[in-house]
């Protein structure tokens, strides 16, 4: 029997008259990672991580989110969607989630450290030997990186970095010159770290830490010869980080998006964190330089970037205190010793990553680069990152003389400039690299190999839900589809040829692709099972993504379920389709399942009688995804294959009892448990445990 945990959560903003708010639905999301901190079962120096990860994903928010609602607020807009009453709903929804974080930092989880002997010391608690320990790294590694700039006509207020750590200092006595200028900036360098660990020889048998801000805090004084410092505070502002370049109006996007990378980290403000102790005066003279209102300042217990935690959890060599390192399996069908290829003429391959390793896609493209029968290699790339082994094998490919054409989305957003970085290098040795296609973003994930085979060419394709990036590959729960269909490969030969050449797209035989086809054919299965059900047909839609927004997928859900198809929703991020309401969606379940691994991967499951369609994608059922991105959905059409994805990524989360909220009728999400009579299942730990046995086996 499952039994419900109910806590009340941000309060659901209606955006459509009868449709969830997305930007409050996407904090509710971040409070259920929060969760993840509040937990006791969960080891200390991950909930920790946690936490930092709301940091990080509130930080995000602000640079995307809320320029919007802040720009209507001081325009004193009453109209629209973005409105002074949504900029003030947002902030009290904003500030009582950065209140929770900061209680929990300060009550419960600092606390638990020190039980287990890691102490972050404050100024006031170290002995004289601590001090002067302190005293000798400032003056080393600190105050020669540090200038103080004093306000005045001929030097007024710098250019402040977005999410800089900075210190304003409030000055009495006379300068050099003898001005009463009051003000000081002081600019913490991005090289220091935020969090030193103290020497065994002044931290006895505990392990303790210093903060830089700590660090720096003690000697204001001495920054400021003459002068006695009066109030200070640490600030940090956010800005409005989404690149904005005018693709029809620029020669080269590559070069314009490098000028824009530039300007960024000096967009408009948004928001502006202080100590919780910064004077009135202070603060009121923060707000005015950065134009920003009362409500956009948040004053905080603790740092002001807990994000910049994460350190800590690197510091600390205490394995207790962790997740038990999880070695992903190599992929099960994978023949090791055996050439893909010819595995791949047998059959297709699914690999379940993070479960099993992302090692078989680089084991696929390494066979391709070594192998003297591929002749061509195509791939996109949203995300690789900064380092990557990938990178590395299209690099050799060139080399060793095969035809390359990558497909890089230079717009991937905060990943631009190591994506123009990998443009440039591949440029430099002879691949063909395409950007896309412009006013879209290319989302989708695809590599295509052509090989020789006798006096044929045949065609080998990788698909998937996640990104080509090793490191995300051990943290995303996504899907890789290898496949040697002729009809699918044939579809990602025509998608390759159009994004390079912008000709007009052939008709595809199994692919669904944005900006065409996707969001047309799923609003019409999704309407033609509304119409089955009518007739008393038995039907059932279940899908997972990241994040459901788009209107118009949302009405066609709501109108199935109301013509009785029964529809299970699995949504890790911001749904905006009110579940369960009486009468209007009592059909549809909407659950959300948020785990040690961040859930990725997109799967669509319609079944209407005795069939059953399943299809993969990398697009969310978002309006972006669907008519602003090049997104991709295509069938798994192989029984053993389909039935291992519904029963792994659909009915195992369907029945998770530990890790998933289901979205009531009232727009709040509820903690799903089971009794303490019946065993707890966790899908991602069923499915750690499965892949874990396979790799015994």
């Excluded at 994978?334 to 990553?353: E, P």
Aim: with cysteine.
């Amino acid at each position: 029997m499952v039994s419900v945990v109910r806590k009340r959560l941000v309060k659901p903003v209606l955006a459509a008259p009868d449709l969830l708010d997305r930007d409050h639905s996407l904090l509710a999301f971040n409070e259920r990672v929060l969760n993840w901190a509040e937990r006791d079962d969960v080891p200390l120096l991950e909930r920790l991580r946690y936490l930092c990860i709301v940091s990080s994903n509130l930080d995000e928010f602000f640079e995307v989110r809320a320029e919007p609602h802040l720009s209507a607020s001081q325009a004193n807009d009453h109209k629209g969607q973005f409105t002074v009453g949504s900029f003030e709903r947002l902030a009290d929804a904003l500030h009582t989630l950065v209140a929770r974080q900061y209680t929990l930092f300060n009550e419960r989880l600092m606390p638990a450290f020190e039980r287990e002997g890691l102490h972050i010391v404050s100024h006031g608690d170290r002995n004289a030997a601590q001090r002067a320990w302190v005293r000798q790294y400032f003056e080393r590694e600190v105050r020669p990186l540090l200038i103080p700039v004093g306000l005045d006509p001929a030097h007024p207020f710098p250019q402040v970095a977005n999410k800089s750590l900075n210190f304003i200092v409030r000055l009495s006595g006379k300068d050099a010159f003898g001005r009463e200028n009051e003000i000081a900036i002081v600019k913490v360098p991005r090289v220091l770290p935020r969090l030193i660990r103290m020497p065994d020889k002044v931290s006895g048998k505990r392990t303790l830490f210093v903060s830089l801000s700590s660090v720096i805090r003690a000697h204001l004084d001495s920054l400021f010869p003459g002068r006695v410092v009066g109030q200070f505070s640490q600030f940090r502002v956010t800005r409005h980080s989404d690149l904005a370049v005018d693709e029809d109006d620029v020669q080269n996007l590559r070069t314009a998006l490098r000028q824009g990378l530039v300007h960024r980290h000096y967009g408009q403000a948004v928001r502006l964190e202080v100590s919780a102790g910064c004077s009135e005066h202070l603060a009121d003279f923060l707000l005015k330089q950065f134009a920003l209102p009362s409500r956009a300042l948040y004053r905080v217990h603790g740092p002001v970037n807990l994000g910049r935690l994460t350190q800590l959890i690197d510091l600390v060599s205490r394995p207790e205190l962790c997740f038990p390192t999880y070695r992903p399996s190599y992929p099960v069908q994978l023949q090791q010793g055996q050439s893909l290829f010819a595995q791949l003429r047998q059959g297709d391959i699914l690999i379940h990553q993070p479960f099993e390793s992302f090692d078989g896609v680089l084991t696929f493209l390494r066979e391709a680069v070594n192998d003297p029968q591929v002749l061509a290699i195509k791939q996109t790339i949203y995300r690789t990152g900064a380092d990557s082994a990938l990178m590395d094998l299209l690099r050799e490919a060139v080399r060793r003389g095969k035809e390359v054409t990558v497909v890089v989305e230079l717009k991937a957003r905060f990943d631009e400039e190591a994506n123009i970085n990998w443009a440039e290098m591949l440029e430099s040795i002879g691949a063909q690299v395409v950007y896309g296609v412009v006013g879209l973003k290319t989302h989708a994930k695809m590599m295509l190999i052509t090989r020789r085979e006798g006096k044929a060419l045949k065609r080998y394709g990788h698909l998937s839900t996640g990104n080509y990036n090793p490191r995300t590959a051990k943290l995303y729960t996504d899907l890789s589809h290898l496949t040697a269909d002729a009809a699918i490969t044939t579809d990602m030969e025509h998608v390759f040829v159009h994004l390079a050449s912008q000709s007009k797209l052939p008709r595809l035989s199994k692919m669904w692709m944005a900006p065409f086809h996707l969001h047309r054919n799923l609003v019409a299965k999704i309407d033609a099972l509304g119409d089955a059900a009518r007739r008393g047909v038995s039907t059932r839609i279940v899908a997972k993504m990241n994040s459901l927004t788009d209107e118009a997928l949302i009405r066609s859900l709501m109108r199935a379920g109301a013509q009785g198809v029964q529809i299970d929703l699995i949504v890790r991020g911001a749904c905006m389709l009110p579940a369960r309401v009486p009468g209007r969606t009592e059909n549809i379940r909407v659950r959300s399942v948020i785990g040690r691994f961040l859930e990725h991967s997109r799967v669509f499951y319609f079944r209407e009688g005795e069939a059953e369609d399943l299809y993969l994608s990398s697009a969310d059922w978002m309006n972006r995804n669907m008519v602003r991105r090049v997104e991709l959905a295509w069938p798994v059409t192989e029984p053993a294959l389909r039935q291992r994805i519904v029963d792994e990524c659909l009915v195992a989360y369907l029945h998770d009892g530990v890790d998933a909220w289901d979205l009531g009728a009232d727009g709040h999400y509820q903690r799903v448990q089971h009794s303490p009579h019946a065993p707890a299942h966790g899908a991602q730990a069923a499915l750690m445990t499965r892949y874990a046995r396979s790799d015994s086996n």
